[in-house]
């Protein structure tokens, strides 16, 4: 198969709903492992784009379609879909190569009668392109940006009602926008340590830059993989959003402190906080499935963490042996995920309405049983990657009012340019308007 029938595929299977797209795209480029670079990029780049774009591109081929896009085959509505997003969006590839590479797969998945409805529908697609008309920026805003930026009209909803019209536009140009991984660098490792190693990655093409919120967090930018970097092996670094870091700064962890981390896989806050520790204490990570404790353990082993323990535990369940025993308590807890759309496409078209408010009732089972672990005095870190005041500052203030905490200042561990924010004991972050994923933390003290 050459590379766009890989991403037909792709793009049939998750019309299905059952997969998660960066699983399944991660699996598929496994699968093709031989594969040159090159072509892994352009399947990665063309299966998640007409899936991040969807609605945009709907919305053009329902003005050139005969058939509204609802009512096509599905093997030929992803093949139009990832056609057109080649067309729009893919300077480098001709019009005339996506077209005629759209003739040829219909015929070779058995729709050969439908060959001419395809060159045609695409090739005025890409003779008129400099002349699509989007819904009026003016008299129909929301609809404007809803298919311009590919985003359902309640979340361009949602998005203004929280945060106001500009950081909504803000917000969603940032989804858009290809992310950079981020990492954090080991603190065990001295300044010169750190640059010798950045060093080693420049020299191999890697692109580097110290992020402008923490000194040891930096994001890295053509690589050949994460596990390919120097260092990875002998965990000389970790894979982690800012934001998450973020979470570890402000709980002011100290020499000797328990620290629990009840929500803990991958495992980055976990171990984090094991190096804010500098071999003192003890952290505990826990998560629900044994597959997801796995995750830690691999990520603990190759990081040489000792003073870390890992558990199979559900955070809705009570364990006695924790009640009490936490200097810090780390509630990363499950939500609805709209922080990291920019990252995970699909998430925009899972979610719904009814989905952000049944997610509530899991996120206080959770806390209603952990806030015991916390000792008198002891720190609870709430936090969540979305953006809803309802999964966010909503239920921080009932935390407060509901098991004795109150909300502590985080200005002191933060960088200058959040201290403001951060002041009130919790902090929203959004992408587009500050330098991570969307986030929330907030640092909430037990009487």
């Known amino acids: 198969m050459n590379s766009r029938e890989i991403v037909l595929d792709i793009l049939l299977e998750l019309s299905k709903g059952n997969e998660y797209s960066n699983i399944l795209i991660a699996s598929v480029l496994e699968k093709y492992d031989y594969l040159n670079g090159r072509e892994k990029a352009f399947i990665k780049r063309l299966s998640e784009g007409t899936l ?36 729009l969006f893919m300077e480098h590839v001709p019009d005339g190569a996506a077209c005629n590479e759209a003739v040829k797969l219909a015929k070779k998945r058995r729709f050969g009668s439908l060959q001419g409805y395809v060159n045609g529908v695409l090739r005025s697609v890409a003779r008129t392109k400099a002349q699509i008309q989007y819904p009026d920026r003016r008299s129909a805003r929301r609809e404007y940006l809803s298919v311009y930026y590919s985003m359902p009209v309640w979340l361009v909803d949602h998005y203004t009602a929280a945060y106001g019209e500009e950081a909504c536009e803000k917000i969603l140009q940032a989804y858009l926008q290809r992310q950079p991984v981020s990492i954090r660098l080991d603190e065990r490792m001295s300044c010169q340590e750190q640059e010798e190693l950045l060093a080693l990655w420049k020299q191999k093409g890697v692109e580097t830059a110290r992020h402008s919120y923490l000194p040891y967090a930096v994001t890295v930018q053509k690589t050949d993989g994460i596990r390919s970097l120097d260092g990875y092996g002998t965990g000389k670094f970790a894979v982690q959003d800012v934001s998450s870091m973020l979470v570890v700064e402000a709980a002011g962890i100290r020499p000797g402190d ?174 587009g308007v500050h330098e991570t994923d969307g986030f929330f933390l907030a640092k909430l003290r037990k009487r």
């Open 258 to 431: 328990t620290v629990i981390d009840v929500c803990a896989a991958p495992g980055g806050k976990a171990l984090h906080a094991a190096e804010k520790l500098r071999g003192t204490g003890q952290v505990i990570a826990c998560d629900v499935t044994e597959y997801k404790t796995a995750r830690i353990e691999e990520n603990r082993e190759r990081l040489g963490v000792a003073n870390l323990s890992v558990r199979v535990q559900d955070a809705r369940v009570p364990d006695e042996t924790l009640m009490g025993k936490a200097d810090v308590l780390i509630a990363d807890v499950p939500c609805s995920g709209l922080g990291v759309i920019g990252r995970k496409q699909d998430i925009k078209y899972r979610v719904t309405e009814d989905s952000l408010r049944e997610i509530l009732e899991l996120q206080r089972s959770i806390i209603r049983n952990v806030v015991s672990y916390v000792k008198p005095g002891g720190v609870m870190m709430y936090s969540t990657c979305t953006m809803n005041p309802a999964e966010n500052e909503e239920m921080a203030d009932w935390i407060c009012r509901e098991f004795g905490c109150e909300m502590e200042s985080m200005a002191g561990s933060m960088p200058d340019r959040l201290k403001k924010e951060a002041d009130k004991g919790w902090l929203q972050l959004l992408p």
């Open 52 to 87: 991040e774009r969807r609605i945009q591109i709907d919305y053009v081929l329902n003005q050139y379609s005969t058939v509204p896009v609802a009512k096509m085959k599905p093997l030929i509505r992803e093949l139009l879909r990832m056609s057109v997003y080649q067309i």
